[in-house]
């Protein structure tokens, strides 16, 4: 089989940690662009979901870092974070050991992975999970790109993961769900927590939808830096299932920011059927 | 300056049982483990998340130190201002800024 979805998401901690401090009007039509997504996996019947992440200095710190690492184990469990925090309850999330070793062996072809056979899930999992898995009953492969910090992999070698994913599924028998997820521009846990720069992020937006590669790989770590902060980096997750769905366009579901989430909030398809 | 020393720690103390083990039974005695300066030892201590964060210790591993302190999340966002009022801007690390905000 193949991928049969591919999309991304934002997983920042507020939206569920923080949910009764958002305004409703906003707050909840993000929830229903969740809960449309849901349903669309949900009809491509997939048998597993990557989840191409941003950890959060949860599992990896700066004495090993990995640019790349994909989970290796038959199960993990999150969140990590204080439960009542996160406002997600710790659970044990199925893995899929077979699946995550026959798609690093092919992914290596291309891609330097490191991988673990150990990982705690942080909001950057939990959070989609907890709105696109909620019985938690779908077999989940995360991928994790390093985007808290220099020095960190150019983009095009995100680019090239997600080439690189899509063709590993292909040559597989499960049916395959995608989905990367974090901010666009943002700065969270800084004194400009808040701070979006919308006109960034549409215009990113736009770039990744219309899934332009060149486009995509013009973005300059300092220009992020400036224009969408360090949390900006994350459109390395955005821009590798770009590289999934090479030659299809997508779709804007949902985009607002919301800055008690301290994210604009994104949910879009990728129109790869 | 060990910026890498301090956020390593709070890394332990955010993720590893056994260390949160040890910052409930003996602080002073986990404080030694690691290579802190003395305002580094004084900033865990307090905790002056404000100096911690213009130190340079990244947000995403002091804000669940925060948390384990007792700070909501708006207390944690106003005590990094303050910190930046009281101590200046950003000194090493991801949020030092040449032009400043």
Known sequence: ?273 | MSLYSVQKLLFHLNRDPRVRRCFDEDFEGLLTEYELSQEERAAVRQPDLGLLYVMGVNGQILMHYAALRGYEWRAYIEALREGERRYGPVRAGLYTRAEGR
């Open chain 1, 1 to 273: 089989m193949s991928l049969v979805f591919a999309g991304v998401c934002s997983h920042a901690p507020g939206i569920t940690g923080r949910k009764e401090m958002a305004d409703p009007t906003v707050r909840d039509p993000l929830y229903r662009a969740f809960d449309r997504m849901r349903a669309a996996l949900e009809a491509t019947r997939p048998d597993a979901l990557i989840v191409i992440a941003a950890e959060h200095f949860a599992n990896f710190f700066m004495n090993n870092m990995p640019a790349f690492c994909v989970g290796m184990a038959d199960h993990y469990e999150g969140p990590i974070e204080d439960e009542a925090w996160l406002g997600i309850q710790r659970r044990r999330i199925p893995g899929a050991e077979a699946l995550s070793h026959g798609l690093i062996q092919e992914v290596m072809n291309d891609v330097d992975l490191a991988y673990a056979q150990e990982w705690k899930f942080d909001h950057g999992l939990m959070v989609p999970l907890h709105f696109l898995t909620p019985r938690y009953d779908l077999p989940v492969v995360p991928v994790n790109i390093n985007c808290q910090g220099p020095p960190l992999i150019p983009l095009h070698r995100c680019y090239a993961l997600g080439r690189a994913l899509k063709r590993a599924c292909a040559a597989r028998a499960e049916r395959i769900a995608l989905i990367g997820t974090g901010g666009i521009s943002h700065w969270p846990a800084t004194p400009d927590s808040g701070r979006i720069n919308e006109a960034w992020d549409r215009n990113f937006l736009t770039k990744l939808l219309a899934n332009n590669r060149e486009d995509l790989l013009a973005y300059r770590d300092d220009e992020t830096w400036r224009e969408a902060g360090q949390g900006g980096f994350e459109i390395r997750t955005f821009i590798s299932v770009a590289g999934a769905a090479e030659g299809h366009t997508g779709e804007l579901w949902f985009y607002a920011p919301i800055p008690i989430f301290a994210v604009g909030c994104t949910v879009a398809v990728m129109n790869i059927s």
